[in-house]
């Protein structure tokens, strides 16, 4: 388990916690595969990913709605990634699994990242990441 | 009730101006005391939020289904002036027209024979759950035909009867829907997934009319006791899901660039007289239209089975109505008297439009607009109309469901989705779904009881009670 699941009446709030900015997100990719998929495993295929934003926050939030993206029209279960993570653009590349309904269908479906209530931030030597995913 | 909220009538609160720095006008929501204690501080401050925005008319509202949500709380309507006031699709939000329709069937619960074997037809015949692809192959063109004529265009293809169309809101078509702001990312998410249901709260439900409160509007909307009908929950899937992510990056920009300010990002908006607001509008017209295509092809595939076990001719397969829970709309509504052009936001209500309003089929002109509100598996839907009271209380809107209650962290930890099967196939109900992780997901007891919410809203009279339907079967995601 790379999150722990706090309280959230209708939708799925997570926490990450990670010791650098670039393993945080890498976490947040692992959680929101998790909680999508159940069980991931490690893959074979990889692919690049790069992406600009306005600000960290938003870095955060583009970075988990395109791996939605990706990991839905590319069908690939998303199960590692190694980033570069800036104040305002990442780079990398992640690894995955083709999605089988057989093994990934015990989930749940996430239909967007929510802005409302996502932060980031530095204690005791950890980031620290909170979001709301929408199901 | 939360410190610092007014009691203004039985049923009914309000949240002053000044609960939340920057308010325009008051919040104002509707519980009876048992739901008042089920009522998270989170959900009161997103109301608040909502009336911070320019433009808001009247009152930032709340139906009794009200919850913790993102951006609006869900349960939120707002109506916003068409020169001076916003659009945001957090008053939407992803699920894009997400909504319900009911299908009747002319068959007897007596007569409803092989109900699993029924249940695992439509669950092997509907696609269901995560990753789920349409059997349709639709290509570039035929997607634009989907996104520009919703229903209208999934029945001009023989999924359906004219009838259907127009037993939807705005004919099952918003005409104001555009292609170009829907994204290259959005059309490629949406073209494998039109029929399919999806995961998470949406199903398809056998239901059984089990108690008439209102015989003249019952007979008017074609069902009787013991009737079997059909209700479908879905909605815009990956499609709409992407138009809502897409906006809401390029929103968030024009509220910087409109210098607005907001207490909550995903509130992001534009004016409505913008080129953003209108690129967002445009778009998450075209979703609603998806949504609506989707629910037209599932009840398509819904029929035909029904046609293939029990030989039921197609066409006697009548649908009610379809609504939509998450949606922004242009109405004609009197504020103060005068006649207003606003854009009213529904994240998680139903419209309720009352007799003789605009966009009703001529059939249900003289007793209002058929409004569904789905239980959950093991409790009561309900069918009820809209009011005219409706139209000056809450611009034509009232709950959407039965709201949750428990997180679905804690319904993991304390509930077993093989124990509900269990219990549910006791009382007669068949659930079929991918996974006992969902099942436990969407256990009754996470739901706030459909009863007490549909009891308010008739209470209130922002609509009445017409039928309860009672589940025989669900297939879920």
Redesign the interface.
Known sequence: MTYV????????KIRVIAPTLANLFEEAARALMEV???TIHPGSITCPISITS?DQ??LMH?FL?EIL?IS??E?IVISSADLIVGEKHLKGVFRGEK?D?KK??????V????????LIRWEDDHFILEV?F?? | MHEGIKRVGAFEWEVPIGFVPGMRVPGRFFLSEILGEMLEKGAVQQLANVATMPGIVKNSLAMPDIHWGYGFPIGGVAAFDMESGVISPGGVGFDINCGVRLLTIPLREGDLAKKRELIERLFSVVPTGVGSKSRMRLNARELEGLLLKGSKWAVDQGYGMEEDASRCEDGGFMKDAEISPVSAKARQRGMPQSGTLGAGNHFLEIQVVREIYDQEAAKIFGISPGQICVMIHCGSRGLGHQVCTDHLKELEAATRKYNISLPDRQLACAPLTSPEGKAYFGAMAASANYAWANRQVIMHLTRKVFEEMYGIPYEEMRMVYDVAHNVAKFEEHMVDGRRMRVCVHRKGATRAFGPDSTDLPSCYASIGQPVIIPGSMGTPSYLLHGTALAMDKTFGSTCHGAGRVMSRSKAKKTIRGQDVKKTLAKEGIIVQAHSMEAIADEAPQVYKPSHEVVRVVHEVGISRLVARLEPLGVIKG
Not at chain 1, 5 to 12: G, N, Q
Not at chain 1, 104 to 109: F, N, Q, V, Y
Not at chain 1, 111 to 118: M, T
């Open positions: 699941e706090l309280e959230h009446t209708a939708d799925v999508m998929y159940h306005d926050i938003s583009d709605s993206y839905e029209v069908e999605f309904p990934h269908r015990g989930g749940m479906e239909k967007g990242i929510s802005y409302s209530g996502l709301i929408d199901v």
